[in-house]
Nanobody, 114 residues
Framework: QVQLVESGGGLVQPGGSLRLSCAAS????????MGWYRQAPGKRRELVAT???????NYADSVKGRFTISRDNGKNTVYLQMNSVKPEDTAVYSC????????WGQGTQVTVSS
């Protein structure tokens, strides 16, 4: 089973930037998809961005042009660069790993507020 540990969350002002990291450990299979989901207070969990091990990406429309997902396969790490953040981006961000068994990180809080 794969274990995921997120880091990089915190408080940021509107318009600012954050970079989230997720380090995977354990038995990694290929192909696989890693990425980020988020859940805001009172909202359902939603996809933010995903990326396969060969570089295919998928973004939520709400973050396109502002967030960028990347991977370092050698480090088994996925990143989420969050630019031009908005208060609506406030949520718990959770890392995801796909195959052969789904795995979720514990989540890291991102709060966008002045």
């Amino acid at each position: 089973q794969v274990q995921l540990v997120e880091s990089g969350g915190g408080l940021v002002q509107p318009g600012g930037s954050l970079r989230l990291s997720c380090a995977a450990s354990g038995r990694i299979f290929s192909p696989n998809t890693m990425g980020w989901y988020r859940q805001a207070p009172g909202k359902r969990r939603e996809l933010v961005a995903t990326m396969t091990n060969v570089g295919s990406t998928n973004y939520a429309d709400s973050v396109k042009g502002r967030f960028t997902i990347s991977r370092d396969n050698g480090k088994n790490t996925v990143y989420l660069q969050m630019n031009s953040v908005k208060p609506e981006d406030t949520a718990v961000y959770s890392c995801y790993y796909s195959y052969p068994y789904e795995s979720w990180g514990q989540g890291t809080q991102v709060t966008v507020s002045s």
